[in-house]
């Protein structure tokens, strides 16, 4: 091998870092992007009122959250599987998003009660002088822990895909959430995007002037200083677009361009769902 080619294959491993960086950044405002369109296509779920949509997803929410049977929950999940369907969502990206990580953060938190809970072992694991033993009862107790986990974020994963961010925020205001919590909310959606584009520019910026090979401590020197310039940046950032939106005449009430109507549809899709999250609640008390 070349000393040339051997130099520009060692440039290339230095800025696989930035390019790495570079394409998550980027590939986070672009399924941020693909939501709201999501959100804006000729779905069942998109065309019902943002309050009672919201009513419905709580409902449910509720009782996957008490239920304490897998068929129950399978059950439900069906129906948040035809749901999808009916509202136009692509089920590889809406299936993926919610069980790549799921399975491991729930997993993380429920394995301890997997040796704790007493019963029958499934099979026994020692770590040095300690041996532990995986029960039955704790083995079905971490199922059922994950899978309800997984039924609970599908149905929020549901509700922000087929409802613009807006029009959420404004359905928790027309329901009692306090002002104050909306109000950070909003702010926090709209500051994340900010954020993400500026480290963008960042990172294009130091890709862009990197012609040849550079040390770990020129990298760790800049990354300190990037740090420090995104964290001044933001509060220059937050103080800007606070006063542009008190001189726009902010107020704190979220306002959209859609007008608010229940329509009789929609209150026979709230109380179908609440009757759902009823009979899966009773059912868990008898199966």
């Not at 899978?147 to 959420?168: E, F, I, K, M, N």
């Amino acid at each position: 091998m070349s000393k040339s080619t051997w130099g520009s294959r060692k440039a290339r491993e230095q800025l696989g870092w930035l390019e790495h960086t570079i394409s998550g950044i980027a590939g986070s405002i672009e399924r941020a992007v693909f939501t709201e369109e999501h959100a804006r296509r000729r779905g069942w779920l998109q065309g019902i009122d943002p309050r009672a949509k919201l009513g419905m997803f709580l409902a449910l929410i509720l009782a996957a959250s008490l239920a304490n049977n897998l068929l129950i929950l399978a059950a439900l999940y069906l129906v948040i599987l035809g749901t999808a369907y009916a509202s136009r969502m692509p089920f590889d990206f809406f299936i993926k998003r919610v069980w790549l990580g799921i399975p491991f953060f729930a997993g993380i938190v429920i394995i301890p009660s997997i040796f704790l809970v007493p019963g029958p072992h499934l099979f026994d694991l020692s770590i040095g002088p300690v041996r532990l033993g995986a029960s039955v009862p704790g083995l079905i107790g971490a199922v059922i822990f994950v899978a309800r986990v997984g039924v609970s974020v599908s149905l929020a994963v549901l509700l922000v895909l087929s409802t613009p961010w807006a029009d959420l925020l404004k359905s928790l205001q027309a329901l009692g959430v306090p002002q104050v919590f909306v109000l950070l909310l909003s702010m926090t959606y709209r500051y994340i995007f900010l954020f993400l584009h500026a480290a963008n520019c960042l990172f294009e910026a130091r890709k862009s002037r990197t012609v040849g090979r550079t040390q770990g401590s020129e990298h760790r020197r800049w990354i300190s200083g990037s740090m420090g310039s995104l964290m001044n940046r933001s509060f220059q950032m937050s103080n800007e677009v606070y006063a542009a939106m008190a001189a726009r005449g902010f107020t704190g009430r979220i306002r959209t361009y859609s007008a608010y109507r229940i329509t009789p549809a929609d209150w026979v899709a709230l109380l179908v769902s609440i009757s759902i999250a009823i009979a899966a609640t009773l059912a868990g008390r008898y199966l």
